[in-house]
């Protein structure tokens, strides 16, 4: 379903388990209706990457995924030769007789031995629909990659010497998420929309919960959530994000509990935290915490 | 909601360049093309919904976290003066920052070349009151900062800005052809194969590109280090600039007293007086006390993920005269030392004979030292920069607490470099 405005974007959203706010929402909205590629950058954890493949099942479409690290490059993102079957079938041409050069090249470069990499597949529409590109982490790649993507995103199209030059029926939806451990260029930054996905606030956060693990107990819930809040607030090297909140209330509903206690959190706590200096330090302020963790009334 | 005519005369788009003009006054940088968008994208939603409007206009003018707060201003100053007072203040999000933690930086300063957007007056410079001595080269590479005259330091300036040092390349992942490699390139090698019946004659390779390491500066200017701090901020600006020459944007530097001061811009400036000029006016702890364990807590907490991918040197300048805790100290070294492809301590105090690193903040930051070299003289500046030169690609196997203990624990790649063996005598 492609939605005609924001509250449908919003509510469309929400119908497939992703709470969000209006600005994503809009920005969302903006990226599909103007057909530019949507830039997502926050602390990991917070729901980037999921948004993509909500945006995909709400669209009924494929989600492709590239995922970025340095030296991504062209024969990993866009098209490789699978050469190994190109050696074969020349061989099987020659053995039928076949001497014609010019036809023997145009054989063995034909779309069959055409390994399709991410880039080249979401130029392709299946069913009339162009799929949902998802281009993950791009600060993990370095700087050609991201001038190659440069165009790429502005022409929709991608040249394959042998072949020609392939180019999209339809743009696909693109969303670019990054980490910031790098500056992505401005030049690229421009072509996008921009949102910054922030940590949730208590109830925004609780509403995640409750939709992504519905089987916790609402009061559960409300602590857990509240917990966390308090300690984001903690000098910790590495924050918790909302994935971390729904592993940790996954895990307490695995134990079967029905309220945080101390003992219980100190136990769990590697669950929210991934250094160890952080859950040292938040081991000895975990009573302090509880007792900060106050569950707003009305919930 | 407001009515229509709340747009005097219907001249949104003028309002709209209007706006973009606004936000570049702001000091953003909004380009043309960034305005149309924001144009085209007001065509397909209820401009008149403030929220919407709000959020349509940032997602589209925005291209950084930083600058929401910006935005924000721009947004009520121009709207509001068009007579949008009908936008209910509570109706608009707010765009603050999580108010417990520390603005993290703006991730478009880091190794990239900005604009200067001031200058202004100097750090007073330490002017040793003496005759204008006529130095030999030699002598003066030997020289003791804290012993040069005025003259003898600028010429020491001038000698340095001279020299054109790069650090040690790092593997990329990335491949180039080469004659003879590691990995067959099969494309090449394939293509040239058609040419002969698809036998493959010829194999040909490709090897890894290299490019220099990021290098992070991280120098002490507190009352204890003012007699090199300055020469020291000359040598950060003549190696960022020879490393800008060879086409590398890696150089990050931060200067501390009590805290951390990020001095990357100014240093990208033309001139080293004007880039002095301004690093003095944005430290503002400049020669006060020293706490080397809070500021290195700064830049572990804030900097160190932006700073120190792919393998960076970390070059850390100080005396070791620390105000703080040792614990804290030795904690923020263990983690900066993981997280960095070597990490040096510059000591100018190593040029002293006789010298030994006792105090409580080197004894408990040296175990997470890879090497701990001298800067009092030209010359060993120049001994950095070849150490720098031939930095051996791996990583040095850690073994904490190696030089902990009663031992001096003084740790060298280079055994001519440790302190007894200095040979300058003081002057």
Redesign the interface.
């Given at each position: 379903m492609m939605p005609s405005?924001?509250e449908e974007t919003q509510k469309a959203l929400e119908a497939h388990h992703y709470i969000t706010?209006?600005?994503l929402a809009?920005?969302v909205?903006?990226a599909l209706?103007?057909g530019?590629p949507l830039?997502l950058?926050g602390e990991p954890g917070v729901g980037k990457t999921e948004i993509v493949k909500v945006l995909a099942d709400m669209l009924q479409t494929r989600l492709i995924r590239l995922q970025c690290?340095?030296?991504l490059?062209i024969?990993n993102a866009v098209y490789e030769?699978d050469?190994a079957r190109?050696?074969m079938q020349?061989?099987l041409l020659?053995a039928s007789g076949e001497?014609d050069?010019e036809k023997?090249?145009q054989e063995?470069f034909s779309s069959e031995f055409l390994l399709e990499r991410p880039l080249l597949q979401a130029l392709k529409s299946v069913n009339g629909k162009a799929p949902v590109l998802l281009i993950d982490e791009l600060d993990r790649a370095?700087e050609?990659f991201e001038a190659f993507l440069l165009e790429f995103l502005s022409d929709w199209q991608i040249t394959i010497p042998e072949v020609g030059t392939v180019k999209a029926e339809q743009p696909p939806v693109v969303v670019i998420t990054s980490n910031?451990?790098?500056?992505i260029h401005?030049a690229l930054?421009?072509r996008?929309?921009?949102?910054?996905i922030?940590?949730p606030d208590f109830h925004k956060e609780y509403r995640i919960v409750r939709e992504r693990v519905p089987s916790v107990p609402e009061k559960l819930a409300a602590q857990v959530v509240a917990f966390v809040q308090e300690l984001?607030?903690e000098?910790l090297?590495k924050a918790p994000g909302v994935a971390e909140t729904l592993d940790w209330a996954a895990s307490l509903l695995a134990l079967d509990a029905v309220r945080l206690e101390p003992t219980l959190v100190e136990e769990t706590l590697g669950v929210l935290l991934k250094y160890q200096?952080d859950v040292v330090r938040a081991k000895s302020a975990a009573q302090d915490l509880l007792a900060r963790a106050q569950v707003p009334s009305p919930l | 909601m407001p009515e229509p005519t709340t747009f005097p005369g219907g001249q949104l788009l003028s309002h709209v360049v209007g706006f973009a003009r606004e936000l570049r006054r702001e000091g953003m940088?909004v380009?043309p093309?960034?305005t149309t968008?924001f144009a085209?994208?007001l065509a397909?939603?209820?401009i008149f919904?403030p929220?919407?409007f709000y959020?349509?206009a940032?997602?589209?003018l925005?291209?950084?976290?930083e600058d929401?707060p910006k935005f924000e201003r721009a947004f009520w100053k121009f709207w509001q003066k068009l007579g949008l007072e009908r936008f209910p203040e509570e109706l608009l999000?707010p765009t603050p920052l999580?108010p417990?933690r520390a603005p993290?930086p703006r991730?478009?300063e880091?190794?990239?070349e900005e604009k200067p957007s001031s200058t202004g007056q100097g750090p007073p410079v330490h002017v040793v009151d003496r005759a204008l001595t006529y130095s030999e080269q030699e002598v003066l590479r030997q020289k003791r900062f804290d012993q040069m005259s005025e003259a003898e330091l600028e010429a020491a300036r001038r000698l340095l800005s001279g020299l054109d040092w790069r650090i040690s390349p790092r593997p990329?992942?990335?491949r180039k052809p080469a004659n003879s490699g590691d990995f067959p390139d099969?494309?090449k090698s394939?293509r040239r194969?058609?040419r002969h019946?698809?036998e493959?004659v010829h194999l040909f390779w490709r090897e890894r590109k290299t490019k220099p390491r990021p290098l992070v500066l991280i120098a002490d200017v507190s009352g204890s280090m003012e007699r090199y701090s300055r020469m020291l901020l000359h040598f950060l600006y003549a190696f960022a600039q020879a490393q800008t020459r060879q086409g590398a944007r890696t150089v990050e530097a931060f200067v501390f007293g009590t805290r951390l001061t990020r001095i990357t811009r100014s240093l990208k400036k033309r001139s080293v007086d004007a880039a002095l000029a301004e690093v003095g006016q944005t430290v503002k702890d400049w020669s006060g006390g020293t706490r080397i364990g809070s500021s290195l807590h700064q830049f572990?907490?804030t900097w160190a993920?932006?700073v120190l991918?792919?393998g960076a040197v970390v070059l850390l300048i100080s005396d070791g005269w620390d105000q703080g805790e040792p614990e804290l100290l030795a904690?923020e070294m263990e983690?900066l030392q993981k997280s960095c492809h070597r990490l040096i301590w510059l000591n100018p105090l190593l040029g002293i004979p006789g010298y030994q690193p006792l105090t409580r903040g080197l004894q408990a930051a040296l175990p997470f030292t890879d090497d701990f070299l001298p800067v009092h003289n030209l010359a060993s500046l120049e001994g950095l920069a070849r150490a720098l030169e031939s930095l051996p690609p791996r990583p040095v196997t850690r073994q904490p607490g190696m030089a902990g203990g009663s031992a001096p624990g003084v740790r060298s790649e280079n055994p001519r470099r440790t302190p007894a063996e200095t040979p300058e005598p003081p002057r």
């Open positions: 405005t924001v706010e209006k600005g809009v920005s909205f903006l209706k103007l530019r830039l950058e690290y340095e030296g490059d024969n030769w050469y190109q050696m020349i061989r020659e001497h050069r023997v090249r063995v370095d050609e910031r451990t790098r500056e401005d930054k421009r996008c929309l921009y949102f910054w922030d940590y984001r607030k000098d090297y200096d | 940088a380009t093309g960034q968008l085209q994208a397909e939603v209820p919904d929220q919407i959020h349509t940032r997602s589209t925005v291209t950084r976290r929401y999000p999580p417990n993290k991730p478009g880091v190794g990239r990329t992942r990335r099969l494309r394939f194969a058609l019946q698809g493959l572990n907490r993920k932006r991918g792919r904690f983690r």
